[in-house]
């Protein structure tokens, strides 16, 4: 037999999907620093946090990261996008590339995802629930309603007009500074 | 219709009969396997039942390393660690479990750390992150409800930080279930009936779950049927071995549809239920069912009426109009939680269980932060979650 007809392949590179998928973790991660200090959903459940609780988010293996911390007064803080794992309380690992790509896209709700394995977790899972919630919440903050009613079983109540104003807010300055 | 994607993992040996643990040291040996340790509880002991087990072992050349019947119903992360040191004092090569979802979740979190080395069996908790294979692993039911012989998942309770650790994994299921209807024998009626409802639950919460999958509903679909024939019977006449078999194996059934599919909105309102009013699991599975099911008409009307066949037959089936099988599947689940409370005094309601009306805030904050509610049809909202425990509380 002639070994060398048979190559060895080594992973391709989806360098645009990956670049897709930190750019929308770190807008993720800032709009929750930002939305945890106005939105009073987002505060009620954060307040259950432990405080100094570190929440992970990371495509598996290499694909992009991001890590908030719950600081003291319940508001969290985005600790960017190379956390260590070590210091994490819980990581959320998203299995593979092309569906964090479609989950943090606004194709696929956290819910269907979880339901399709998309995820796995290391840590204490007793405020999954809750992580979830939040997650939610700023989703619908950042996707139109639409799209968001496609992402999960119920919209959170949001009054229309601070959904729009809080909305706004994020765009503008809630991502690029965290407040 | 066919979900989008599933996952399915079900990698347990069914070994069902009413002499069935005959054969435990045969596969023991198979696995290449020659010093169990055998983990319990008193209830196992006091019935009887390890001296089945210890009998089953009789010219087989298998020692048992330990037999440690002292789980406590509820288990612990302290408990896990310290039997984690017996198994290596005693030079073990394998588990198995005797008895309830305890005593099968201790002995998950046992394998778990003898398996995989270290100290501490909290440093593993999460979601389908254990590299595995595990240490061969065998369960022997004493229940027929937890399914936890069928089931990827352990939950044990961290006494430090007062919370259940959650370890979920497909290495954590056994090599063998074995059900022989010995071991069920001796529950008493009320008992058989809270578990064969916690069964029900789980088969039917799984077939409506958003994570439901065509394989999970084979399984559900014949875990309902036998519960659906032998609960009455077996509750009336618990001698009934026959009976007793079939409800083992709707048990186990119902647990490999719900491990592959996940509970909703019923598990997280009984999970909170027995949190804050410490009623027994099972207990709470019998009052919220039906109540669940009706919440999550809007979503999966379609999925319940089509568990009416395998729950009241064909004829009920063929003689309930195609709109009317839904309501007529929740009513026929009610019709048996009332049997079973003329039979064997299972309370129907929270107020009969023994729930104050004050604590049903509490059960509602608690349930909708339960993580069974994440595969719920509906969302589980706090208001959902009172309106249903205001209903249970004493309605039927």
């Known amino acids: ?179 | 219709m066919l979900p989008t994607y599933y996952e399915f993992c079900f990698p347990v040996k069914i070994i069902s009969g009413h002499a069935a643990l005959n054969n435990l040291p045969a596969e023991l040996l198979q696995a290449n396997t020659a010093r169990p340790l055998v983990i319990s509880d008193q209830g196992v002991t006091r019935a009887g039942l390890g001296k089945i087990v210890t009998d089953a072992f009789a010219e087989s050349g298998i020692t048992i390393a330990a037999f440690f019947d002292e789980v406590p119903p509820e288990s612990s992360t302290l408990l896990v660690n310290q039997l984690a040191g017996l198994y290596h004092e005693r030079q073990c090569d394998s588990l198995i479990a005797v008895g309830g979802g305890s005593v099968i979740d201790t002995a998950k979190g046992v394998n778990i750390l003898v398996s995989l080395g270290g100290q501490d069996v909290r440093d593993y908790r999460g979601a389908e992150v254990l590299p595995g294979p595990l240490r061969p692993f065998f369960v022997v039911p004493t229940t027929a409800g937890t399914g936890s012989e069928a089931t990827n998942s352990a939950v044990i309770a961290d006494p430090d930080q007062g919370v259940k650790m959650l370890f979920v994994s497909e290495f954590l299921m056994p090599r063998a279930a074995i059900l022989d209807s010995r071991m069920t024998l001796t529950l008493p009626p009320r008992l058989t009936a809270a578990t064969g409802m916690d069964a029900l639950a789980h088969a039917m919460e799984a077939y409506i779950s958003i994570q439901k999958n065509p394989i999970s509903d084979a399984y559900t679909w014949q875990a309902v049927k036998l519960i659906g024939e032998n609960l009455r019977m077996v509750a009336q006449n618990p001698a009934d071995k026959d009976g007793r078999l079939a409800l083992a194996n709707a048990s186990t059934m119902a647990g490999t549809a719900f491990s592959n599919s996940m509970v909703g909105c019923v598990h997280s309102m009984g999970h909170a239920a027995g949190g804050v009013a410490h009623i027994p699991h099972g207990v709470a599975m019998n009052i919220f069912l039906p109540f669940g099911l009706e919440f999550n008409l809007k979503r999966r009307a379609e999925c319940v009426a089509e568990l009416l066949l395998p729950l009241a037959g064909p004829e009920v089936y063929s003689g309930t109009s195609a709109d009317q099988r839904a309501r007529k599947t929740i009513a026929e689940v009610r019709r048996l939680k009332q049997d079973l409370h003329e039979i064997t005094g299972l309370p129907r309601t929270l107020q009969e269980a023994g729930v104050q009306r004050a604590q049903l805030e509490d059960i509602a904050k608690l349930a909708i932060n339960d993580g069974s509610a994440m595969m719920n049809p509906e969302e589980l909202r706090l208001e959902d979650a009172l309106e249903l425990a205001n209903r249970a509380f004493d309605q039927i």
């Open chain 1, 1 to 179: 037999m002639d070994f060398q007809k048979y190559p060895e392949i080594t992973p391709r590179r989806k360098p645009l999907k990956r670049l897709i998928n930190q750019v929308v973790l770190f807008v993720l991660g800032r709009a929750l620093q930002s939305l945890s200090r106005h939105d009073p959903l987002i505060k009620h459940e954060v307040q259950g946090w432990p405080e100094g609780f570190t929440l992970m988010l990371t495509v598996r293996p290499n694909g992009g990261s991001m890590a908030v911390s719950r600081l003291p007064g319940g508001v969290l803080q985005y600790r960017g996008a190379r956390f260590d794992e070590a210091s994490a309380d819980v990581i959320i690992y998203i299995k593979n590339i092309e569906t964090a790509f479609a989950m943090l896209t606004g194709q696929l709700g956290i819910d269907m995802a979880y339901a399709q394995h998309a995820m796995c977790a290391r840590g204490d899972l007793s405020n999954t629930v809750s992580v979830v919630r939040v997650l939610n919440i700023v989703e619908a903050y950042l996707f139109p309603s639409l799209m968001s009613r496609n992402l999960m079983k119920r919209l959170p109540p949001i009054p229309f007009a601070r959904k729009h104003l809080l909305r706004i807010k994020t765009y503008l300055v809630g991502i690029a500074f965290g407040i």
